[in-house]
């Protein structure tokens, strides 16, 4: 007797719908918003498991909920990237964005060509620390535009995708924000990230998850 394959329910009514966004990955970081919380989840935990199938790709999924400061975030970027301990701040030798700088390689297989971060309920840090999620925000962003159009070693694309509500939605819309602006460091000062890589502002779209139900 053959074994009945239980299919799981869906807040969808789109199928085979994961393939588009990540065609969308290729060229953006995706601020991916909607109303439902249920929607919310199921879209990144089913995106996750997709990227964790292509070749070539590591997947690091951050927990939005358990990231209320840096140290929370520190203690979670740790777990998905290997490497050293972080120094609890972003940039320097032994930050954030050095680790993120830092790929593994494995004897007898090839280095990893993606690398995917899905951060569950990004909201949670916004309202918590407006700033300190976006100097993450542009860490992230940053880093992936270095590897690509600055870095001399091997090429590696990283793309971030940051699930929330209604929250990150209006903060994706905000002119000074990270997911449309470089962070300033110094008054007047042109934003670092944009004088390292000539990128004018980090490339970011937001997706709309409730068009899937429709």
């Known amino acids: 007797m053959s074994a009945l394959i239980r299919q799981p329910e869906t807040p969808f ?3 085979n719908w994961q393939p588009d966004v990540v065609q969308l990955l290729d060229e953006h970081h995706l601020v991916a918003v909607s109303d439902a919380a249920r929607r919310r989840m199921h879209f990144a935990v089913s995106l996750g498991q997709f990227l964790q199938g292509l070749r070539d790709a590591e997947v690091c999924t951050l927990y939005g909920r358990y990231i209320t400061d840096l140290d929370s975030f520190c203690y979670q970027i740790e777990r998905a990237i290997p490497g050293p301990m972080v120094e609890r701040r972003i940039d320097g030798p032994r930050g954030v964005t050095s680790l993120l700088r830092s790929r593994e390689v494995f004897r007898g297989r090839p280095a990893s ?3 995917f971060y899905i951060w569950h309920d990004a909201d949670v840090l916004l309202m918590k620390d407006e700033p300190l999620f976006g100097s993450l925000v542009d860490a992230l962003a940053g880093v992936a535009a270095e590897a690509e159009y600055v ?20 903060y994706a819309t905000k ?4 997911f449309q602006s470089w962070a300033v460091d110094t008054l007047g000062a042109e934003p670092f990230w944009q004088v390292v890589t000539q990128i004018e502002k980090p490339p970011f779209k937001t997706y709309q998850i409730d068009v ?3």
């Open 13 to 15: 009514t789109a199928a």
């Open 175 to 178: 002119s000074s924000g990270q």
């Open 212 to 214: 899937l139900g429709r």
């Open 113 to 115: 060509k993606f690398r």
């Open 151 to 170: 870095s001399d070693d091997l090429l590696m694309i990283h793309r971030a995708v940051f699930v929330g509500g209604p929250i990150l939605a209006t």
